[in-house]
């Protein structure tokens, strides 16, 4: 699933963006997967998961500079991810569907954010670039 040249233009010129506002598109993407998702709650006892927690600011601050890392790689997503993808399959043991779920819920406060600049085209390659990084999470479960 490459990304065409034209698809991470598209996807490295929303982040310039996107990596302005890191914390607060981070704690809206996570307090919309809890909204929508309410069984991912279940991976974070031990975090406030209330409306603008401290950790849920912190922990949405870690995926999208996840997200950043992916960007800066975007040539090899599989290695920047590689200790990432380890951690939540074998430590974690996180289900790999929600990755795919965080995944909308940050592609809906991207789009959110930016909807001027979130034409069709911008929409499918955020979409194939975070699907990537959700395959990638992925790979060690099977």
Known sequence: MALTQAE???????????ATQIESIGLESLERLFASYPQTKTYFPHFDVSQGSVQLRGHGSKVLNAIGEAVKNIDDIRGALAKLSELHAYILRVDPVNFKLLSHCILCSVAARYPSDFTPEVHAAWDKFLSSISSVLTEKYR
């Open 8 to 18: 991470k233009a598209a996807v490295t010129t929303i982040w310039a963006k996107v």
